[in-house]
């Protein structure tokens, strides 16, 4: 069982950059890859960046790849997405999400493919 809590959302304006920070709870956090997704209002959730296990491996969507960067610290049981150069369609809520892996370096890309959710941070990028 693993639980997450999205934290660093907010409003900027388009050019900034802003961190999101997913902490989870379990002892088996490191057996996880994790994936970012984000949902606009009146629009379906996209995947936007997952992670591998062990971090060896990452994957973005091409909207934000250049842009965004993906990480995790497994000691700390945290995944972090790193948001620069932000743009008005940036806007959504961030979720982050998590689904057990093994030690195989799988990345899922649709959120079917995962197990636990937070709750979101909500993420306003203004023109």
């Known amino acids: 069982q693993v639980q997450l809590v999205e934290s660093g959302g907010g409003l900027v304006q388009a050019g900034d950059s802003l961190k999101l920070a997913c902490a989870a709870s379990?002892?088996?956090?490191?057996?996880?890859?994790i994936g970012w997704f984000r949902q606009a209002p009146g629009k379906e959730r996209e995947f936007v960046a997952g992670?591998?296990?062990?971090?060896?491996?990452?994957y973005y969507a091409d909207s934000v790849k250049g842009r965004f960067t993906i990480s995790r610290d497994n000691a700390k049981n945290t995944v972090t997405l790193e948001m620069n150069t932000l743009k008005p369609e940036d806007t959504a809520a961030y979720y982050c999400a998590a689904a057990r892996s093994g030690s195989l370096p799988y990345i899922g890309r649709r959120d079917n493919e995962y197990d636990y959710w937070g709750q979101g941070t909500q993420v306003n990028v203004s023109s």
């Open positions: 992670i591998s296990w062990n971090g060896g491996r990452t």
């Open positions: 379990g002892r088996t956090f490191s057996r996880y890859f």
